[in-house]
């Protein structure tokens, strides 16, 4: 199995970036569809997106497209999230998610392994 920590949350005005990262251990990620999901206070648990195998192929949720882009490098064992034009609401704890099956999910049921999150906040 694999360990996912995730790291590079922090304050950000709004209309700022963060990158995110996913460490990955115990198993190399490459053998994994991977996702990111979030939380804000309050709310359940939603899909943000997720990359495939050989990072070849991402979806995003409607909400993020076009500003937050989803990366990974398996040779180094991490994957990344890109956030850009941040906005007040997307204020979440951000949780990387490891997937053995080859399909793409956007469920948190969907998703095997995961992380313990790192706190984003974006302020107005």
């Known amino acids: 199995q694999v360990q996912l920590v995730e790291s590079g949350g922090g304050l950000v005005q709004a209309g700022g970036s963060l990158r995110l990262s996913c460490a990955a251990s115990?198993?190399?990620?490459?053998?994994?569809?991977m996702g990111w999901f979030r939380q804000a206070p309050g709310k359940e648990r939603e899909f943000v997106g997720t990359?495939?195998?050989?990072?070849?192929?991402?979806y995003y949720a409607d909400s993020v497209k076009g500003r937050f882009t989803i990366s990974r490098d398996n040779a180094k064992n991490n994957v990344y999230l890109q956030m850009n034009s941040l906005k007040p609401e997307d204020t979440a704890v951000y949780y990387c998610?490891?997937?053995?099956?080859?399909?793409?999910?956007?469920?948190?049921?969907?998703?095997?392994?995961w992380g313990q999150g790192t706190q984003v906040t974006v302020s107005s």
């Open positions: 990359i495939n195998r050989s990072g070849g192929s991402t």
């Open positions: 998610a490891a997937r053995e099956a080859y399909s793409s999910s956007y469920r948190m049921d969907g998703y095997d392994y």
């Open positions: 115990g198993r190399t990620v490459s053998s994994y569809r």
